[in-house]
């Protein structure tokens, strides 16, 4: 496991640019001229919404819902032209139909398999209960894809600082044999760890994915 971002990251990207573009539903309705994308995946609770805002400096991007896993589609904010930060639906605590939540999973996993525009992934979990079942699906699957992964440990803010970086080392040395994977503390509310945050989707962001644009199936 790295605990570096890229070696000769390039200028940092103005994420404050970012604005939404549009929701897909399925793969099929993901934007067509996306040369590269960064996406945001978590439980529902994780802060998701919250860690996009913080990200791109505006308070209302991302919706934050009091209804944890309300947001159902893949949402997709545009930066430079051709690249996109991708917000994933949330999975966990929503309370719909199994069936639905079958189609979320399916379409979500479809996302993860076959967008080839997918540079690296932001997989977001609660400090306080870090590696959830999801977060290490995840974490394994990102890992036999070869697609580098960020691992935001959230809410770092409610924990104090020793009980944080206690929190954080046990979860590096747990997943230390996962090379292509970085691990920060990050708050949205103190801002802690926002600037590695960026400087390694700014790194992804850069270089598009070599496979080019994906022709999404009928």
Not at 108 to 114: D, G, I, Q
């Amino acid at each position: 496991m790295s605990d570096h971002s890229p070696e000769t990251p390039p200028a940092t990207i103005n994420f404050q640019i970012a604005r939404f573009e549009t929701s897909a539903a399925r793969l099929q309705e993901c934007p067509t001229d996306s040369a590269v994308e960064v996406a945001f995946a978590g439980r529902s609770n994780a802060g998701k919404s919250s860690a996009i805002n913080a990200i791109t400096g505006q308070n209302r991007l991302a919706r934050i819902s009091k209804t944890p896993g309300r947001t159902q589609l893949i949402n997709f904010f545009a930066l430079n032209p051709g690249s996109y930060l991708v917000d994933l639906p949330g999975y966990g605590y929503a309370k719909v139909p199994l069936s639905v939540k079958e189609k979320w999973q399916k379409e979500l996993e479809a996302y993860l398999r076959r967008r080839q525009q997918l540079a690296g992934l932001v997989l977001l979990s609660d400090i306080r209960h870090p590696l959830k079942d999801f977060d290490r699906m995840m974490i394994e699957w990102a890992s036999q894809s070869e697609l580098p992964l960020l691992l935001l440990l959230t809410k770092a803010d409610k924990l104090k600082r020793g009980a944080a970086s206690n929190a954080l080392l046990k979860v590096r040395k747990e997943l230390q044999a996962y090379r292509d994977l970085n691990v920060i503390l990050f708050s949205s509310v103190n801002h802690q760890g926002l600037d590695a945050a960026r400087k390694h989707l700014s790194g992804w962001l850069a270089v598009p994915p070599e496979t080019g644009l994906e022709e999404p199936d009928e």
